[in-house]
């Protein structure tokens, strides 16, 4: 069963960037993993990466910053494929509560736009 468990503690480093002060956890559902994705305290993240004119619609720290938070974590590391950190993403927004539209939106917006570490193409 997907789920939080625990806080995401963090501190401001500067306007747009947070440091992870203690591990936090997320364990997903999403096919083949099925496990604990452990965030390691020190990860540096801007929550949501979205783009500063839409801000008003989707501000970086909004009820999907601890989806982020992993999000985040997962493209810094390439860990896993793009698809599946994307889908980790977009069921996590679903466990905070985010409206299926919101989610989508974001879903697609990481799927097209998203590059972190890995390779375009």
């Given at each position: 069963?997907?789920?939080?468990?625990?806080p995401?503690?963090?501190?401001?480093?500067?306007?747009?960037?947070?440091?992870?002060?203690?591990?936090f956890?997320?364990?997903?559902?999403?096919?083949?993993?099925?496990?604990?994705?452990?965030?390691?305290?020190?990860?540096?993240?801007?929550?949501?990466?979205?783009?500063?004119?839409?801000?008003?619609?989707?501000?970086?720290?909004?009820?999907?910053a601890?989806?982020?938070?992993?999000?985040?974590?997962?493209?810094?590391?390439?860990?896993?494929?793009?698809?599946?950190?994307?889908?980790?993403?977009?069921?996590?927004?679903?466990?905070?509560?985010?409206?299926?539209?919101?989610?989508w939106?974001?879903?697609?917006?990481?799927?097209?736009?998203?590059?972190?570490?890995?390779?375009?193409?």
């Open positions: 069963m997907s789920a939080f468990t625990t995401a503690i963090l501190e401001m480093l500067d306007r747009y960037r947070w440091r992870l002060v203690e591990p956890i997320y364990y997903t559902d999403v096919p083949p993993y099925r496990t604990a994705i452990a965030v390691p305290a020190g990860t540096i993240t801007d929550l949501a990466s979205v783009p500063r004119i839409l801000w008003v619609i989707f501000p970086p720290n909004g009820r999907y601890k989806a982020a938070i992993v999000h985040d974590y997962l493209y810094a590391q390439a860990l896993y494929s793009k698809p599946v950190a994307d889908a980790v993403f977009y069921e996590a927004m679903g466990i905070l509560g985010v409206p299926q539209w919101r989610r939106l974001m879903y697609q917006a990481v799927k097209w736009f998203g590059r972190g570490q890995y390779k375009k193409g």
